[in-house]
């Protein structure tokens, strides 16, 4: 075996052993402590819940409605004029949404076009490159209850465009 595996192997049972080290020398009381955190875990879970099926939904109204393609349609000659592939704009706006349905477009996209493709690899970049802002900001302050994101929003979108320009640019640089 070599060290990577035995290392990926023992770091789980090694963490829970020196969590259980501190807490006996801590004298806390393990058990009880794991037990509370995981009422606490689905408490959040059951909490978050009505979140995630109207991102669901949004996603699935967006997509199955034709609307999605319809706006790819329009802005196809502005996107060609930049130089930004139309396949990946259902990417670029679905990402911000939803890590699982982006992921899904990765995959479709890949195997359409091949993992050494252009598409391919701008695919792969921009997921890795762009995170799931509105699905972060849904579930975190929906779970605390914050009402007014602030500047939250904004930011982060911003991020993802960043991201989006970035993988692009770098994409066609570097292939």
Known sequence: ???????????????????????????????????????????????????????????TVLRSSGALDAFIQLITPLLSWLGFPPDIVPLGLIRPVSGTAALAMTTELIQTHGPDSFIGRLASTMQGSTDTTLYILTIYFGAIGIKRIRYALKVGLLADLIGIIASVIVVSWIF
Request: net charge neutral; aromatic share 8%.
């Open 1 to 59: 075996m070599s060290i990577i595996t035995t290392i990926s192997l023992s770091i789980i049972p090694l963490f829970i052993l020196i969590v259980l080290l501190v807490a006996t020398w801590k004298r806390l009381p393990a058990y009880e402590l794991f037990v509370e955190g995981g009422k606490e875990g689905i408490t959040l879970a059951i909490s978050i819940l009505p979140f995630l099926l109207g991102m669901l939904v949004a996603i």
